[in-house]
């Protein structure tokens, strides 16, 4: 049963009884010392404790939380709390200590879509920029289920959170970029492009992207498979991020080392010139808000027009490749109003603020 909230109406109540409005300070009695941190720690919670209760509950057979009335709801709640409590880095990593790694990972193969989507988003969050982490997780061989979702799984969501996973998981991680290549990993990749689920196109462009920067002898890999014709294809996107990733990812695969066109690299470059004019024809006519908007979409057109054909494209001419209002600085509207990243050295990872304290499934003895 869930703890009743902190007494405020007390707290007030006893402020302003032990204030005289001059600011001067008074000894306090230890039965009004306790009072009050008592009061003030109902506020806290115990973040290893409460990651201890929910691995406890994740360890739990699923026969036995179903005959205790512990719901599927209740577990996605359960790893969303389990979710902020690992974004603090050493956190992330005290859940393999605390024996939390190995059943979070479990359910990944669970039967609800829903836990074995939100179980991927914590993994995410475990591992990204995390090296340790992603060493337990390689060592606890994490990578097999995702990849199984990423290809498999028949929820279009499970899949885009499965490859969500990989990409924190084996960024900066070269031997997990191994395995994922070796796991056929390109070729999910392109079935992933080819879906109709934009957040999944996007995620899959994202992190191609990222692996042709890390490897570019693997342009000869994606070339053979016929990346360049879905990327073309989605350049044309009605979604903006879809086709900026895909005009991101077409410049990377078309550049040798010196900046230039990569002969080696077949691209269809009359479906591609005929797809980029049509891009440039639209942003021709955009509003000054839009063009604003536009513009990385902008600038990688040229500059793909410009390694592919060895000129500029006709948005430079047009002055529309770099507007004066670009390198303008954007107005500070929220300096000072936001925390230090959680994962930045000097967060605290130990005892958090509470803004509503949710309790792990309750399990009743026999």
Request: aromatic share 4%.
């Amino acid at each position: 049963m869930a703890k009743e909230g902190p007494n405020w109406d007390g707290l007030l109540k006893w402020s302003i009884a032990h204030s005289d409005g001059t600011g001067t300070g008074r000894n306090l009695s230890e039965e009004d010392r306790k009072w009050f941190m008592e009061a003030m720690q109902a506020q806290t919670i115990d973040v290893v404790k409460r990651m201890k209760e929910i691995t406890l509950v994740m360890k739990t057979p699923d026969k036995v939380l179903e005959e205790q009335g512990v719901t599927a709801t209740d577990i996605e709640d359960m790893l969303d709390e389990l979710q902020e409590h690992v974004e603090s880095i050493d956190m992330a990593n005290d859940l393999n200590s605390i024996g939390g790694l190995t059943p979070l990972l479990n359910y990944l193969r669970s039967s609800h879509a829903n836990i074995r989507a939100k179980a991927a988003e914590v993994v995410s969050t475990v591992v990204q920029n995390n090296p340790k982490s992603q060493q337990l997780v390689m060592d606890a061989n994490g990578l097999e289920p995702l990849l199984s979702n990423f290809t498999s799984d028949d929820d279009v969501t499970v899949r885009t959170k499965a490859l969500g996973a990989i990409s924190s998981l084996i960024r900066h991680n070269k031997p997990g970029i191994v395995a994922f290549r070796l796991a056929n990993g390109y070729a999910a990749l392109k079935d992933a492009l080819s879906s109709e689920s934009v957040r999944f196109q996007r995620k899959a462009l994202y992190l191609i992207q990222y692996l042709l920067q890390e490897n570019p002898s693997d342009r000869n890999v994606v070339t053979e498979l016929g990346f360049p014709r879905i990327m073309t294809h989605l350049a044309s996107s009605e979604d903006a991020e879809v086709r900026e990733a895909a005009l991101s990812s077409l410049y990377e695969l078309s550049k040798d080392k010196t900046g230039g066109a990569d002969s080696s690299v077949h691209v269809d470059d009359e479906k591609l010139k005929q797809v980029l004019q049509d891009r440039i024809n639209n942003i021709s006519m955009m509003s000054s808000e839009d063009l604003s908007a536009a513009k990385e979409e902008r600038q990688l057109i040229d500059s793909l027009w410009t390694t592919r054909y060895n000129e500029p494209s006709s948005l430079r001419e047009k002055g529309l490749v770099i507007l004066p209002e670009d390198n303008a600085p954007p107005p500070d509207v929220v300096s000072g109003l936001l925390e230090s990243p959680l994962r930045a050295p000097n967060r605290p990872a130990g005892n958090v603020e509470k803004s509503e304290k949710k309790e792990a499934p309750l399990l009743l003895g026999p």
